[in-house]
T-cell receptor, first 111, second 114 residues
Framework: DQQVKQNSPSLSVQEGRISILNCDYT??????FLWYKKYPAEGPTFLIS?????DKNEDGRFTVFLNKSAKHLSLHIVPSQPGDSAVYFC??????????FGSGTKLNVKP | SQTIHQWPATLVQPVGSPLSLECTVE??????LYWYRQAAGRGLQLLFY??????ISSEVPQNLSASRPQDRQFILSSKKLLLSDSGFYLC?????????????FGPGTRLTVL
């Protein structure tokens, strides 16, 4: 049973527009959430995180929103750039040493 | 600074052959270590994680095993590979401090079982 779900396998956005990637989770014990970006044939790289005590965290063009009651988080990228094209994974942790990842969303930013 | 190494980068093995993938971390002590697999068209599946030498937790039943003979070394093994073992294997580490929860991934190993 997948505890972290990314229901959109792909997303296509025009350069300069907003990209919104969504993630749902089922385990109410998760207290830390992360987004990773992955290029083909490379390991994922950490992008941004949020603790369950917050509902928003911003870092430059990237903002993560957390809705605990809905068990939903989203990543906003504004403005989107062609270099943002990659697979994005959300991940959640209930304890600091164990992480669960979603299946990923492939973002394509068109010039 | 910390770095993580994985080798080999690519591997082609016949069905039934053994497997050994190695991961080492530099620049940190007592890291938490993880093995993930990304199969074609699928997300990251946690296979094993370790909080210390000789301490291995398995997440999914399979014909793979993991060992941690040294603090910063994590090995993924199989005695007999299956076709379904093909995928992209990623090693990762994190530090077990409260509030520092990011995982850092290695470059990965592309395994093709024929």
């Amino acid at each position: 049973d997948q505890q972290v779900k990314q229901n959109s396998p792909s997303l296509s956005v025009q350069e300069g527009r907003i990209s919104i990637l969504n993630c749902d989770y089922t385990n109410s014990m998760f207290d830390y959430f992360l987004w990773y970006k992955k290029y083909p044939a490379e390991g994922p790289t950490f992008l941004i995180s949020i603790s369950s005590i917050k509902d928003k965290n911003e870092d430059g063009r990237f903002t993560v929103f957390l809705n605990k009651s809905a068990k939903h988080l989203s990543l906003h990228i504004v403005p989107s750039q062609p270099g943002d094209s990659a697979v994005y994974f959300c991940a959640a942790s209930a304890y600091f040493n164990k992480f669960y990842f979603g299946s990923g969303t492939k973002l394509n930013v068109k010039p | 600074s910390q770095t993580i190494h994985q080798w080999p980068a690519t591997l082609v093995q016949p069905v039934g052959s053994p497997l050994s993938l190695e991961c080492t971390v530099e620049g940190t002590s007592n890291p938490n270590l993880y093995w993930y697999r990304q199969a074609a068209g699928r997300g990251l599946q946690l296979l094993f994680y370790s909080v210390g030498i000789g301490q291995i937790s398995s997440e999914v039943p399979q014909n793979l095993s993991a060992s941690r003979p040294q603090d910063r070394q994590f090995i993924l093994s199989s005695k007999k590979l299956l076709l379904s073992d093909s995928g992209f294997y990623l090693c990762a580490w994190s530090v077990g401090l409260a509030g520092v929860n990011e995982q850092f991934f290695g470059p990965g190993t592309r395994l093709t079982v024929l």
